[in-house]
Each structure stands twice: as C-alpha cells, then as structure tokens.
C-alpha cells in the first residue's frame, strides 16, 4: 500500500507564494512512480495541476497552471514539491498528490490552501 501524505497549506494573501510537499508515508519513492498534483476548488471538479516523473524528472503542466507552479522532486529529502507563486482568491482549493506505481494510483487526504484577498 502506497500513501502519499500532502502538507504545507495553510492561509496565505494574494500574491504570496507557497510551497507544498508530498511525501509517501511510511515509505519512499521508487523509480518508476509518477507523481501527480491536483486541486480541488469549492464546487468544481477537480483538476490537475502537472505531474513529474521520479526517476527522470520530466515534468508536465496543465496550461492555466504553467509560468506560475513548479514541481520538483528531491531524492535526498524523498518529497516532491510543488511552488506556487503569484497566488490568487482563484486558487483556494484543496491540493492533492497521487502517485501512480504499477498501474494503481494511490491518492493522498489532500492540503488545504487559501488564498485571502
């Protein structure tokens, strides 16, 4: 069992940056894993936000959210990351990671951001 454990919302103001971790508890990444960021806002579906790969580190980003979040991972640390910069009202959600290992996606409880005007 894979479970991803998200942390680092909080309340933040408009224009502020923040920085979210998603670590796998109890245990560690492994190569092949890819790593998924989404959001969830009040009343919407819930969407993706980019997703990187763990071993290469190729990362990909839905367009509404590229120039202003980046993922990264860190081996040494044993998280991927994802910075938001930039942040605005519309950008209140709950932020999720899943990794997906072996064809099965494991999904994480999900760390609330939100952003004050």
């Known amino acids: 069992q894979v479970q991803p454990a998200e942390s680092g919302g909080g309340v933040v103001q408009a224009g502020d940056s923040l920085t979210l971790s998603c670590s796998v508890s109890?245990?560690?990444?492994?190569?092949?894993?890819?790593v998924a960021w989404y959001r969830q806002a009040p009343g919407k579906e819930r969407e993706v936000s980019g997703t990187i790969t763990w071993d290469a580190g190729s990362r990909h980003y839905a367009d509404s959210m590229r120039g202003r979040f980046t993922i990264y991972r860190n081996y040494h640390e044993n998280r991927a990351w994802l910075h938001m910069h930039g942040l605005t009202p519309e950008d209140t959600a709950i932020y999720y990671c899943?990794?997906?290992?072996?064809?099965?996606?494991?999904w994480g409880q999900g760390t609330k951001v939100t952003v004050s005007s």
């Open positions: 109890g245990g560690t990444f492994v190569g092949d894993d890819m």
């Open positions: 899943n990794i997906k290992r072996d064809s099965i996606v494991y």
